[in-house]
């Protein structure tokens, strides 16, 4: 196990509404990155947050949004959800640069 | 940015045989990882290797950055080898934050 921690690990929501996932970072991480991996395909990166700010975004709208903590832990909100929004959602923590990513188990998100 | 291909995308192989899988990428990378994604869709981490080679247990891995590429090789491959797996690079360029996927191989071992 990596020591990344995320929940809920199912969420079912209807469209329009919203949603918070929580991930906790492993020990000795500050940096958080959060992806969406739709069915059958890759994970695409959503956004990183370092020092509880925003410092990369992928190509995703301004309704995807984050936090991070000063514990290093981290929320990804989705406003106005979709069904296309169907997805796993995997967060990542690591140390700030080039430096390897660990993976939580993921939070499955079903939207009706 | 930077782009990240595997191949094959799907694979069969008979418990005890042996493989390789390739990643293409398309830029310098400074961080190339190699996953395996459990059913219940885990990242398990296999390597950390944005060059150079390393082993572990029946799994290793090659990555040549020069030439923009990286293998990961299964000897003996057993039926818990079966699933999806993963490489993922980040570009070495200023401002870049993420790891970029390819589609995956999916393996699949039968007894």
């Known amino acids: 196990e990596t020591g990344v921690t995320q929940s809920p690990t199912h969420l079912i929501k209807t469209r329009g509404q919203q949603v918070t996932l929580r991930c906790s970072s492993q020990s000795g991480h500050n940096t958080v990155s959060w992806y969406q991996q739709a069915l059958g395909q890759g994970p695409q990166f959503i956004f990183q947050y370092y020092r509880e700010e925003e410092n990369g975004r992928g190509n995703f709208p301004p309704r995807f949004s984050g936090l991070q903590f000063p514990n290093y832990s981290s929320e990804l909100n989705v406003n106005a959800l979709e069904l296309d929004d169907s997805a796993l959602y995997l967060c990542?923590?690591?140390?700030?640069?080039?430096?390897?990513?660990?993976f939580g188990p993921g939070t499955r998100l079903t939207v009706t | 940015g930077i782009q990240v291909e595997q191949s094959p995308p799907d694979l069969i192989l008979q418990e005890g045989a042996n493989s390789t899988l390739r990643c293409n990428f398309s830029d310098s990378v400074n961080n190339l990882q190699w996953f395996h994604q459990n059913p219940w869709g885990q990242l398990i981490n296999l390597f950390y290797i944005p060059s150079g080679t390393k082993q572990n247990g029946r799994l290793s891995a090659t990555t040549v950055a020069t030439e923009r590429y990286s293998l990961l090789y299964i000897s003996s491959s057993q039926t818990t080898d079966s699933g999806v797996y993963f490489c993922a690079a980040k570009d070495s360029g200023a401002g870049s934050y993420q790891l970029t996927f390819g589609k995956g191989t999916k393996l699949s071992v039968i007894p």
């Open positions: 990542a923590s690591s140390r700030q640069g080039p430096y390897e990513q660990y």
